[in-house]
């Protein structure tokens, strides 16, 4: 068996970014950026004011203090004139500033009756003015290819004019489970029968990572429904498989995956829980067989098919890791690399982490309210409350 390092190695030397396309800014909510985005112009576009008040030049302050009112420019609505010595005009947070205007005064700091307005407090030059391009300037980068785009993103390049983005695309991923056992939500378990819900899990993480979830049902344990399903799966740009890897009787994906030309790359891992995860390649695309036990089925997931999504949405790939300090003492030990699901919190200046008591394989609580994985080393020593741990952090 190979280390979960080697093997997560193993996924990322595989899987690289899906080609980018073009897209309207309006539906790149999430994606990453595959080229800079620039500015299609200035901002501000126009020398405008950062203020309610009197627009002048600072000029016409030196000789008086006192101003002929011959005009007003509010935002969208420009004074179309030109200022001559003495003048003013009246002018509203936004709004450009006319020609031969460079200071702009605040209403609270004037008095004006009728059209003469009078400076109750002294006016520096330049004051309250925010120039055109002090933001950036047309053909400026202002998002490096790698950035991601969220609302922040997405309302800076809306403001310079950017209407498409250059985004590596949202992975498509087939997901099935397989297992005479299962039966859909909704229906009722017969005698020996469970709920698939491994399915109804991916499909909520895969959102979660903004990913596109093609669900394909559930797999029967025999070979020609298997090959059905993996007919439709290989469209999607990754492959999610639950159940069947293991060494049983009944295990036939791997078999079946063989079958089709099927390129593994690891098959087992020296981890707890998900020892009989396997990767590969089918046609080209990157092809997961994960344990079918629930707690296996999720840590699996977050430990190598998140990483390897990331890089097909051309993202940061190795999972995310935060010192933290333990709230309670951890059992370790053992011939294999143990992941224990935990619950990680910032409080008191630092992170801090708690190991849930009850984890098995099989029970689907353990992934429930958890938001970390605590990897402790093959044959480790048990831990101390207080102890300072690493964990993974399972990200949206």
């Keep these: 068996m190979i280390s979960y390092d080697q093997a997560l190695e193993a996924v990322l030397a595989t ?173 009722q378990p017969g005698p020996g029968q469970i709920i698939n819900s491994n399915l109804l899990f991916l499909e909520a993480r895969l959102r979660e990572c903004n990913c596109i979830p093609i669900p394909l049902g559930i797999g029967e344990d025999h070979s020609d429904n298997l090959d059905e399903l993996l007919d439709r799966a290989v469209a999607a740009d990754l492959i999610i498989s639950t159940g069947g890897v293991s060494v049983g009787e009944k295990d036939l994906v791997q078999q079946t995956l063989v079958t089709r030309g099927f390129e593994r790359k690891f098959w087992k891992v020296a981890i707890k829980p998900g020892k009989p995860v396997l990767f590969g390649q089918l046609e080209g695309k990157p092809c997961f067989g994960l344990p079918g036990n629930p707690a296996a089925t999720a840590a699996t997931f977050e430990l190598f098919a998140l990483p390897a999504l990331r890089a097909l949405a051309g993202q940061q790939q190795h999972p995310e890791r935060r010192t933290a300090t333990l709230r309670n003492a951890v059992k370790a030990g053992g011939s294999r690399q143990l992941f224990l699901w935990s619950q990680c919190v910032w409080q008191d200046g630092g992170y801090q982490v708690e190991i849930p008591q009850r984890q098995a394989s099989g029970q689907t609580r353990s992934i429930a309210g958890n938001n970390a994985l605590l990897a402790l080393p093959i044959g480790s020593k048990g831990l101390a409350r207080g102890e300072q741990v690493e964990v993974i952090l399972i990200g949206r």
Aim: hydrophobic letters at 40%; one cysteine or more; proline letters at 8%.
């Design 15 to 187: 899987v690289s970014a899906l080609p980018p396309l073009n897209t309207a800014l309006t539906e790149a909510a999430g994606l990453i950026l595959a080229e800079p985005a620039k500015a299609c112009w200035d901002m501000p576009r126009w020398d405008n004011s950062a203020m309610d008040g009197f627009a002048c030049a600072a000029a016409s302050l030196e000789a008086t203090q006192q101003l002929r009112i011959v005009g007003a420019a509010y935002a969208g609505h420009p004074f179309g004139g030109r200022l001559q010595p003495g003048e003013a005009i009246r002018i509203t947070t936004g709004a450009p500033l006319p020609i031969d205007a460079d200071t702009v005064i605040p209403q609270e700091d004037t008095q004006a009756c009728g059209i003469q307005l009078t400076i109750e407090r002294p006016a520096k030059p330049e004051q309250h003015v925010r120039y055109q391009g002090e933001e950036y300037q047309a053909g400026e980068i202002l998002l490096e290819a790698g950035a991601q785009l969220h609302s922040g993103t997405i309302g800076l390049l809306s403001s310079a004019g950017v209407e498409q983005v250059a985004v590596y695309p949202r992975p498509k991923v087939a997901i099935f489970s397989t297992g005479d056992e299962l039966v859909d939500l909704g229906q």
